[in-house]
Every structure is written in structure tokens, then in C-alpha cells.
């Protein structure tokens, strides 16, 4: 039986302070712009008057915690680091006990969450490393640091599931993690590019249909 997604099918843009009734400061506020605004206008779009506007904080508030647009860009990286890995935690796919199911499943929760606005569910990551990883190698390296975290995260499932039904193949778990982002990061585009998820969504059902072949998962499989 395939694990049903929570109600709440995607990240949100506050922080955890606020959600728990505690006022969020003017750093705070910033930061959940930095998340709205560079995935709805892109990284180079924003200007620091975009941010500050969104927040409700003025100038002052914004150079008195950040030094530049650039400074607040790999601070929110991190931010969305941290409440995007709480997400995917809370995530119903680690509730299988089999490896190989939760690998699936959390395959099964990347297309569950394009839901909403094109803003709503691309990556903020991917959305700033396109852009600056030239220009900007703190933000190459911020978003470098995010996105093999959370890799990182699920290379352990599939390397528990490789254990069990391909011990003899020669691939990496940890390859094949990065492999899922790059689907994952390639489908934002498509969706971007089409204005609509139907292609990210195709793209990411066949990266479940490559995982299971590489896994000996058959379509009869109970498992």
C-alpha cells in the first residue's frame, strides 16, 4: 500500500518561529523573502527594495543583518536547508520498513508535492545556483552544501536497498542519490520552461522506473 502524503504537501516559506506563535524577527522575515521571492523572480531579479518589501522591514533592518543581497542569498540557502530537511523527516515514505519502499516512496513524494504555483514547489537552490555559481562562489557553495545534504540523506536508503536486492551491482549508492537531484533540479526547469509540472511530473515517474529496474523491482512486485 503506497503511504499517503500529509495534508501539508510542500515546504512552507516561514520559519518554524513563526508557525509556533513566536514574533519572527527582521531576520527572519527576511530570510522567508529571500525563500518567496528569488524562486518567484529569480536570484538576479531581486533587488534588495524586492526583499525588504516583502519582509516589511526597512533598509536599515536589512544592512543591520546582512552585508549585501549576496550575504542574505547564502544565509538562506542554509535557512532553507533546515526547514526543508524538517520537511522531509516528517515525511510518510520513512514509515516503510523495507528500503527499497522508502526509496520508492520518497520518489512517490517528490511528484506529490507540484502542487500549487510554479514558485511554490521549485527549489530555491537550484533556482540561485543557475544564476550566480559563477559570479557568486559563496552561493555555488551554499547551495552545493544543501542540495549533497539532503543526497546525502537518501543515498542511505538506497544503499540499505542495494544491499538487499543488487549486492553484486557496481553502482554508487551515492551517485545514484545525486542522480535523483538531478532529475529532481532538471524537472523544476522543464516545469518552468512549459508553465505547468505534467513534464516534471513524466520525468520524475520514469527516474521511479529506473530505480526499479536498477533495483530488481519488478511491476508484479509486491514488495
Known amino acids: 500500500m503506497p503511504v499517503k502524503a500529509p495534508a501539508k504537501t510542500k515546504p512552507s516559506a516561514k520559519v518554524s518561529k513563526a508557525s509556533a506563535g513566536t514574533k519572527p524577527s527582521a531576520k527572519d522575515k527576511l530570510l522567508d523573502a529571500a525563500v518567496h ?24 533592518a536589512f544592512f543591520h543583518h546582512f552585508e549585501s543581497k549576496e550575504d542574505l542569498a547564502v544565509a538562506a ?53 543557475q544564476e550566480a555559481y559563477e559570479t557568486s562562489p559563496k552561493i555555488r557553495k551554499a547551495c552545493d552544501a544543501s542540495i549533497s545534504s539532503h543526497a546525502a540523506n537518501v543515498a542511505k536508503d538506497i544503499a540499505a536497498a542495494k544491499e538487499l536486492y543488487a549486492s553484486e551491482a ?24 512549459k508553465n505547468g509540472p505534467a513534464a516534471a511530473d513524466a520525468s520524475i515517474q520514469h527516474l521511479k522506473r529506473y530505480i526499479e529496474f536498477l533495483l530488481n523491482k519488478t511491476q508484479g512486485d509486491a514488495r
Open 170 to 193: 557496481t553502482w554508487d549508492p551515492e551517485e545514484l542519490a545525486l542522480f535523483t537531484q538531478v532529475v529532481v533540479q532538471g524537472a523544476f526547469i522543464l516545469a518552468k520552461a
Open 37 to 60: 521571492v528569488v524562486r518567484q523572480k529569480g536570484y538576479a531579479a531581486t533587488s534588495v527594495d524586492d526583499l525588504c518589501k516583502a519582509a516589511g522591514v526597512t533598509k536599515g
Open 77 to 129: 540557502a542554509k535557512h532553507w536547508n533546515e526547514f526543508t530537511s524538517e520537511f522531509f523527516r516528517q515525511a510518510p515514505y520513512h514509515a516503510h520498513k523495507d528500503p527499497l519502499d522508502r526509496v520508492l516512496g520518497y520518489v512517490d513524494f517528490r511528484r506529490q508535492i507540484l502542487r500549487g504555483e510554479l514558485a511554490d514547489f521549485t527549489c530555491l537552490l537550484g533556482t540561485m545556483v
